[in-house]
């Protein structure tokens, strides 16, 4: 199992950074794939990033790829979205995943994470 716990929101302006931290106080984060999401006003949750257990793979969706990097420490078992150059766009609550897809594709799936942390505003002014 895993509870989750992500920390790092706020309120920030555009061009500026954040990092987005997702604690696991279970015990087997390191199988776990790790997933963030995000959610805006009216929309679905959409996927952001995903990094492999290990964390020698990672992926990213079309718009946030370039601008943010998805790590892990599993010593730690913390997971840290870094995200620079953010945009209005960018504002919604991040949510952090854990789960176990059976393929790469999957990782882009919400039904492929079992545990989710609770969510950090992330808002971004223009």
């Known amino acids: 199992q895993a509870q989750l716990v992500e920390s790092g929101g706020g309120l920030v302006q555009a061009g500026n950074s954040l990092r987005l931290s997702c604690a696991d106080s279970?015990?087997?984060?390191?199988?776990?794939?790790m997933g963030w999401f995000r959610q805006a006003p009216g929309k679905d949750r959409e996927f952001v990033a995903a990094?492999?257990?290990?964390?020698?793979?990672?992926s990213y969706s079309d718009s946030v790829k370039g601008r943010f990097t998805v790590s892990r420490d599993n010593d730690k078992n913390t997971a840290y979205l870094h995200m620079n150059s953010l945009r209005p766009e960018d504002t919604a609550v991040y949510y952090c995943?854990?789960?176990?897809?059976?393929?790469?594709?999957?990782?882009?799936?919400?039904?492929?994470?079992?545990?989710w942390g609770q969510g950090t505003q992330v808002t971004v002014s223009s």
């Open positions: 995943a854990a789960g176990r897809p059976a393929f790469a594709a999957a990782w882009y799936w919400r039904s492929s994470y079992a545990y």
């Open positions: 279970g015990h087997t984060f390191s199988t776990f794939v």
């Open positions: 990094i492999r257990g290990p964390g020698d793979s990672t």
